[in-house]
């Protein structure tokens, strides 16, 4: 299933449109490259507070600044390159969890990638290379114990 193009340009407006980042929106200039460890990170933090706000997704955005202005980037232009990321990321998190998909955006003021991170499943933590990730507010950081424990409590089967 694909999503429109102009599905995507409005998604990206509403996500410029938010006051800032958050636990689970990250903007990364990316001009031309990004390193692979540190998106690895952000993916496993993203998914594990999507899980904890009970969002079905998070995004790390591509071409965006931290004031939410659009600046292009020229990361992984290829398609089959970005395509390739979802292997890359599956390699190395919890279950072979990876993207559930990677949009381009043709921005008037330049390319946008936007990196849909599916949530935590119930009661699982994602890891990236065996270490778990998350949030405090902006800032990347190792998730806490408490945070972990309340994702793997999920999966504690309800006596009916």
Same mark, same amino acid.
């Given at each position: 299933?694909?999503? #429109? #193009?102009?599905?995507? #340009?409005?998604?990206?407006?509403? %996500?410029?449109?938010?006051?800032?980042?958050?636990?689970?929106?990250?903007?990364?200039?990316? #001009?031309?490259?990004?390193?692979? &460890?540190?998106?690895? =990170?952000?993916? $496993?933090?993203?998914?594990?507070?999507?899980?904890? =706000?009970? @969002?079905? &997704?998070?995004?790390?955005?591509?071409?965006?600044?931290?004031?939410? @202005?659009?600046?292009?980037?020229?990361?992984? &232009?290829?398609?089959?390159?970005?395509?390739?990321?979802? @292997?890359? !990321?599956?390699? =190395?998190?919890?279950?072979?969890?990876? *993207?559930? +998909?990677?949009?381009?955006?043709?921005?008037?003021?330049?390319?946008?990638? %936007?990196?849909?991170?599916? $949530?935590?499943?119930?009661?699982?933590?994602?890891? *990236? +290379?065996?270490?778990?990730?998350?949030?405090?507010?902006?800032?990347?950081?190792?998730?806490?114990? +408490? +945070?972990?424990?309340?994702?793997?409590? @999920?999966? !504690?089967?309800?006596?009916?």
């Amino acid at each position: 299933m694909t999503i #429109a #193009a102009s599905e995507m #340009a409005a998604k990206l407006e509403a %996500l410029l449109a938010l006051s800032g980042e958050n636990e689970v929106v990250e903007f990364k200039e990316a #001009a031309t490259s990004y390193d692979f &460890s540190k998106l690895g =990170k952000y993916f $496993s933090a993203l998914s594990n507070e999507a899980n904890l =706000k009970r @969002q079905p &997704s998070a995004w790390l955005v591509f071409g965006v600044n931290d004031r939410r @202005q659009v600046t292009g980037t020229r990361f992984r &232009s290829a398609r089959k390159d970005l395509d390739h990321l979802k @292997q890359e !990321v599956a390699d =190395k998190t919890t279950n072979r969890i990876t *993207f559930i +998909e990677i949009h381009e955006v043709a921005h008037p003021d330049g390319r946008v990638v %936007l990196l849909e991170i599916p $949530s935590a499943p119930k009661g699982i933590p994602i890891a *990236f +290379e065996g270490h778990y990730y998350g949030r405090d507010g902006e800032a990347l950081s190792p998730l806490n114990l +408490e +945070e972990i424990e309340r994702i793997r409590a @999920q999966s !504690v089967v309800e006596d009916w």
